[in-house]
Structure formats: C-alpha cells, structure tokens
C-alpha cells in the first residue's frame, strides 16, 4: 500500500516546496509562461512575443480575444495552461500569501516546547520526590485527547465555539 501512495507524497511534498518558497513560485510562473509561449508558437506559426502574450493572457484567464489557438494542439494547450494555472498556481501563491497572514508570532517555537516538556518532567520528579519522603502516593496523569483538533472527540461546532470563545477574551 505505502508503494502505491508513494507517487502522492511525492507530489504532496513538491507542491509545499513550491508553496513555501515565494521564488520558486515566480520562477516556475515564468518558465511556464516562456514554454506555453514556445509552444504555442510552434503549434500556431505565430511570432514569439505574440505567443508570449496570448501566454500571459491566457494564463491570468484575462481572454482578450486578439489572439487564440485554431489548431488543435493550440487549444489542448490553452486547456492546460489555463487549467495549471487555475488548479495549482493561483492556489498555492494564494495560499503562500494567507499562511504569511495568519502566522501566530505568539506561539511557541519547537526548542521552546522541548524545553517546557522537559521542566514539566522535571518539576514531576521533584513532586514525586517529595511527596515519597512525605509517605503520600502521586496518581499517574490520565492519558487524555488534545482539548480540541484532530485527536479530540468533541464534534467540530464546539471545538470552533470553544476556539471563538478563547480568542474573544
């Protein structure tokens, strides 16, 4: 099974690449637009930056109309082009943009959770140290579900409410 979704992960993990880097994304945008104009050029007879237009104007979906595929392979890569642009592109430049938005400068970096996890075993330590000496006996922590997210058994409508209620204090 793990074979088969292979080829997915393997798109999955490109498509981050590219979302992830705002310059690959601008490089890839043009290469595209220079290639879809390479070819339709060929495919159409046209002149190079006729076909560099009708690239950018097809690839923005604008369609002014002054010039368009006649031949079959011309308007296969119409299709594509407009279909790359719309499916993948725009998504990932429009999603590049929103996670820059609403990056929470507030929460807590990797090392600083490592660091918190560890004071937290450590203050465990002392706890049970001192409850021994004391003769008191320290439960163990009930394993519980995240509070909210995927791991959480609370319908979605009340992790929201509960999300909403936290962010208005």
């Given at each position: 099974?793990?074979?088969?979704?292979?080829?997915?992960?393997?798109?999955?993990?490109?498509?981050?690449?590219?979302?992830?880097?705002?310059?690959?994304?601008?490089?890839?945008y043009l290469l595209m637009i220079?290639?879809?104009?390479?070819?339709?050029?060929?495919?159409?007879?046209?002149?190079?930056?006729?076909?560099?237009w009708w690239a950018v104007v097809t690839a923005s979906t604008v369609g002014?109309?002054?010039i368009s595929p006649t031949t079959v392979a011309g308007r296969f890569l119409?299709?594509?082009?407009?279909?790359?642009?719309?499916?993948?592109?725009?998504?990932?430049?429009?999603?590049?943009?929103?996670?820059?938005l609403i990056v929470?400068?507030?929460?807590?970096?990797?090392?600083?959770?490592?660091?918190?996890?560890?004071?937290?075993?450590?203050?465990?330590?002392?706890?049970e140290e001192m409850a021994a000496r004391q003769g008191i006996e320290v439960p163990e922590p009930e394993p519980r579900p995240p509070a909210h997210g995927p791991g959480s058994d609370d319908p979605l409508w009340e992790r929201s409410a509960r999300r909403r209620r936290?962010?208005?204090r």
């Open positions: 099974m793990d074979a088969l979704l292979l080829p997915f992960r393997l798109i999955y993990r490109g498509l981050v690449w590219f979302a992830n880097s705002p310059r690959t994304l601008i490089v890839s220079v290639v879809a104009g390479v070819l339709y050029s060929h495919a159409e007879h046209k002149s190079a930056a006729d076909s560099v002014y109309g002054d119409a299709a594509l082009l407009i279909s790359t642009m719309v499916l993948l592109v725009i998504p990932l430049i429009t999603a590049h943009f929103a996670s820059r929470d400068d507030d929460a807590f970096e990797h090392d600083e959770q490592e660091e918190l996890k560890a004071d937290v075993r450590r203050l465990r330590a002392l706890l936290r962010r208005g």
